[in-house]
C-alpha cells in the first residue's frame, strides 16, 4: 500500500498473524496531541491513544506524517486505513468518511488572531490551514481568506501582511502563548462552529475496523486509561 508521508514509526504490541499493516496517518504538527519530538519520533495524546487501541485490536498499525488536507482525501483513497490528528467530528465530514465514538471534546468557540487593530473578519484577508473546520467555515461565510497546506503557512502569511488575521485552534495551544506575545498578535475576533468531538476515522464503510476501533476505545475509556492520557497530556 501506498502512502503520501514518510513512515516514522511502528507500534509495538500484539498482531494478528494474516493482518496487513494498519496505516495511521496525522498531521504532527500540533502539540500535544500528536507533533514530531528532537528524536524524530511522533509523539503526542494522539499517538499515545491509537497506539493503545492497536495493542488492544491487535493490529499492526504503522505511522505516516503528512499535511492535514491530506488526512481526509487519504484514507477516502485507501492510502491510509485510520486518520487522526484533532479532527473534529461534523456532519460534514460524516458524510466522507466513518468515525469512530468521540475521545475528546472541544470548545465550540473558536478565534481569529492578528495585530490589534486588524479589520474584522468580514473585512479582513484571513489565513486558514487547508481542510480544517476553520477552512470550512470560511468557505461557507463568503468572507476573502488564503488557505494554506500547513499552520507555518498561516502564520508566514499573517507575518507578511499577505492576511490581516488567521482562524485556527489556537486558544487552547498553550505552546503559541509566548510566540503570539513576541509577535504582537492577540485574540482579537471569534466565531462558533459546532462539532461532536473528536474522532478517528477510517474508509466510509469499513465496517470491521471500525467496530474493533471503537470496542478497543470502549475498553480504554471504562478502566480509566483515557482519562490517565487527558492527564499526562493536558494538564
Partial sequence: MSCFG???ALTSGLTLASAEPIIVATD?????YTFVDEAGTITGYERDLPD??????TLTCTWVDTTFDQLIPGVMAGE?????????????????????ASYHATDDTE???GRPGAPAPDDAVIAVQAGTV????LRDSGRQYLAFSTEAEVFAALGDSRADLAFGAF???EELGGRLEADGYDYLFSDLIADDGVGMAVRKGNRDLLDSLNRALDAIRADGTLDDLETRWFY
Avoid at 52 to 57: K, L
Avoid at 80 to 100: H, K, N, V
Avoid at 134 to 137: E, G, I, K, N
Fill in 171 to 173: 486558544a487552547s495551544r
Fill in 111 to 113: 478565534w481569529y488572531i
Fill in 28 to 32: 504532527a504538527r500540533l502539540a500535544a
Fill in 52 to 57: 493503545e487501541v492497536c495493542t488492544r485490536a
Fill in 80 to 100: 491510509y486505513d485510520i486518520i487522526i490528528g484533532g479532527i473534529a467530528i461534523t456532519d460534514e465530514r460524516r458524510a466522507l468518511i466513518d468515525f469512530t
Fill in 134 to 137: 476553520h477552512d470550512s467555515f
Fill in 6 to 8: 514518510t513512515i516514522v
